[in-house]
């Protein structure tokens, strides 16, 4: 029998976003942190795409376990690659929102430069041997 998830529709509902991120990238960790710093209303829950709930995210909206690019989901639709800095800079507000410009930038520009920096994330940034332990007051937010 598979295994389902149903809080994570009833997360979705409620108007959380959900971010999958590399759990072992020392650069996603540190966007992992940026966010949860300047989240203040608790609206962005994290997935590490290594773990079971991550596979199961990225097969339910259909994207490639082979990705190199963390994920949003919102409203029910998944986003990737450039998209997603810009829409959390949105989302999370005050001088963030200047990453409205970045829409501006053609997206095949956009996310080409976010590839080069993905395929070269872990020479640039380094490595982790396993998954973040989040802080005990942050907990909740990881699933």
Not at 88 to 93: A, C, E, F, K, S
Request: charged share 25%; glycine share 8%.
């Amino acid at each position: 029998m598979k295994k389902t998830y149903a809080h994570i529709e009833d997360l979705l509902l409620s108007g959380k976003s959900i971010l999958l991120f590399d759990g072992v990238c020392n650069m996603c960790d540190g966007f992992v942190q940026f966010i949860l710093k300047k989240d203040r209303t608790g609206k962005f829950v994290f997935v590490s795409l290594q773990s079971e709930i991550g596979h199961y995210l990225l097969e339910q909206y259909r994207l490639s376990k082979e990705l190199r690019t963390v994920v949003l989901i919102d409203k029910d639709r998944s986003y990737t690659q450039a998209d997603v800095p810009l829409l959390i800079g949105q989302q999370l507000g005050g001088w963030l929102k200047i990453t409205y410009v970045g829409w501006f930038i053609p997206r095949f520009m956009r996310n080409g430069i976010y590839n080069i920096i993905a395929a070269n994330r872990y020479r640039i940034f380094g490595k982790k041997e396993q998954c973040i332990v989040p802080k005990p007051e942050w907990r909740h937010r990881f699933l």
